[in-house]
């Protein structure tokens, strides 16, 4: 089983809204990741998570909380985003973080498509 | 921090034609990652090239390594329509900082006319 899933496909959300992006997979990957991805661009690293524990913050506002309750589930929390965050929230997952194969071979979920009015 | 640049940005051909997308950096990279993403849809991961001037094929697609593991292309023959989609290459670089990043290349947009 290859897949990675996200919830909701898609979201719609206010300015003072809060909101959360969930993500699971089943592979017994022990890395996870959240992207973000604007249209016509590649995908923009936001946060790792490697054993459950923050690895790697790309500078990204408070705005957006990770959290990472177990080895399977990725949360993204999303508290007063601005119109510009509109944006595809792309989740991921690799065996494992660092600088080997196993790490490098990422596998995406269909994504988050979000609309902050 | 290394950079992966792809040529062409956009290409947009007819159904049974052949094309070669490139991928490009200045640094060695000890893996490539090829990955196809339709619209509204993740990135699916296609191939890993490994060895310098590997060469792997995924039915009508070819992948090959450059020598110096620099480089990457992807040759697609006959293309069809279900070819149309974001091609991204993408690979484990290196931060100005000396950790790791991977690190997406900048697209090439398919779309494969009927």
């Known amino acids: 089983d290859t897949e990675v899933t996200q919830t909701p496909k898609h979201l719609v959300m206010g300015m003072t809204n809060k909101k959360s992006l969930k993500c699971e997979q089943h592979?017994?990957?022990?890395?996870m990741y959240w992207y973000k991805q604007k249209a016509k661009k590649p995908p923009e690293l936001m946060f790792v998570?490697?054993?459950?524990?923050?690895?790697i913050n790309e500078s990204v506002p408070s705005r957006f909380s990770p959290e990472c309750p177990n080895s399977s589930l990725l949360n993204l929390h999303l508290h007063a985003l601005q119109p510009e965050d509109s944006a595809l929230y792309l989740c991921?997952?690799?065996?494992?973080?660092?600088?080997?194969?196993?790490?490098?071979?990422?596998?995406f979920g269909p994504g988050t498509r979000l609309t902050v009015t | 921090t290394q950079l992966l640049e792809q040529s062409p940005q956009f290409l947009s051909i007819q159904e049974g034609e052949n094309l070669t997308v490139y991928c490009n950096s200045s640094?060695?990279?000890?893996?490539l990652q090829w990955y196809r993403q339709e619209p509204g849809e993740g990135p699916v991961l296609l191939v890993t090239?490994?060895?310098?001037?590997e060469v792997k094929k995924l039915k009508r697609l070819t992948f090959q390594f450059g020598d110096a593991r620099k480089d990457s292309s992807l040759h697609i023959t006959a293309a069809q329509p279900g070819d149309t989609g974001l091609y991204l290459c993408?690979?484990?670089?290196?931060?100005?900082?000396?950790?790791?990043?991977?690190?997406f290349g900048t697209g090439t947009r398919l779309k494969v006319l009927a």
């Open positions: 090239v490994v060895t310098g001037g």
């Open positions: 991921a997952s690799s065996q494992e973080e660092g600088q080997h194969l196993s790490s490098y071979e990422q596998y």
């Open positions: 640094s060695v990279f000890s893996s």
């Open positions: 592979m017994g990957h022990r890395a």
């Open positions: 993408a690979g484990g670089g290196r931060r100005t900082t000396g950790t790791y990043k991977y690190i």
């Open positions: 998570y490697s054993y459950e524990k923050l690895s």
